[in-house]
């Protein structure tokens, strides 16, 4: 359980309105009046970081999918297999952190299903500032440069903008979150096209009516 202590250094440590904790529960505070993000600040293992940066972006997981949280381990491990990433201690890493980070926001979500995205980037996708139009979205890039994020009170480009490092989840508050007014807190992709960077993003969002997206 996170104490408000903790909220508070964070907060102090961070742009305005985004909480950084070291352990997962952490994430609660996107909970907390006025935190519009929630970073879980961690270091990606020197093995698993070689690991992904080095596969060969063809075999790089991609899928999107609605599922329940609870079928996320298999249904990844599927998609590793269908995209031809070579069986190993790493690729079993991979799997069993997603399904981890799925089971961590479906219960901060209070929800029982998820969609679920991975996406290999190599262009600007979603570089434009934004808030997106759902109640509240975890991102976390697994290789290359993390989501980028500032705050905005006009709509505007922000003037500071912050990096989150690779391999750190993100919780962000979407337009739906009912707190009023918002934050202000906008994110984008960094843009990379003609870099020669590809990037591994993992993308879940809370599905309150599994019904509807059937």
């Given at each position: 359980?996170?104490?408000?202590?903790?909220?508070?250094?964070?907060?102090?440590?961070?742009?305005?309105?985004?909480?950084?904790?070291?352990?997962?529960?952490?994430?609660?505070?996107?909970?907390?009046?006025?935190?519009?993000?929630?970073?879980?600040?961690?270091?990606?293992?020197?093995?698993?970081?070689?690991?992904?940066?080095?596969?060969?972006a063809a075999e790089l997981p991609q899928a999107r999918v609605c599922l329940r949280a609870v079928a996320v381990r298999d249904a990844v491990t599927e998609i590793c297999n269908a995209s031809g990433a070579p069986t190993s201690p790493q690729r079993d890493r991979l799997v069993d952190d997603i399904a981890a980070i799925a089971d961590i926001f479906a219960g901060l979500m209070r929800v029982r299903w998820l969609r679920l995205r991975l996406d290999a980037v190599t262009t600007n996708a979603c570089h434009g500032f934004h808030i997106d139009a759902v109640t509240a979205r975890l991102v976390c890039t697994y290789r290359g440069t993390g989501t980028q994020y500032g705050i905005s009170t006009d709509g505007a480009q922000p003037r500071r903008v912050f990096t989150v490092p690779t391999g750190a989840p993100i919780l962000l508050r979407g337009t739906l979150w009912p707190e009023r007014p918002?934050?202000?807190?906008?994110?984008?992709?960094?843009?990379?096209?003609?870099?020669?960077?590809?990037?591994?993003?993992?993308?879940?969002?809370?599905?309150?009516?599994?019904?509807?997206?059937v």
């Open positions: 359980m996170i104490t408000d202590a903790l909220v508070r250094e964070t907060l102090r440590d961070a742009a305005i309105g985004v909480g950084v904790a070291e352990t997962p529960e952490g994430l609660g505070t996107i909970a907390k009046p006025g935190c519009a993000a929630a970073i879980w600040r961690r270091q990606p293992l020197p093995e698993f970081q070689s690991w992904i940066d080095g596969l060969d918002r934050s202000g807190l906008l994110h984008r992709s960094p843009p990379i096209e003609g870099t020669g960077e590809t990037r591994l993003v993992l993308v879940l969002d809370p599905v309150f009516e599994p019904e509807e997206e």
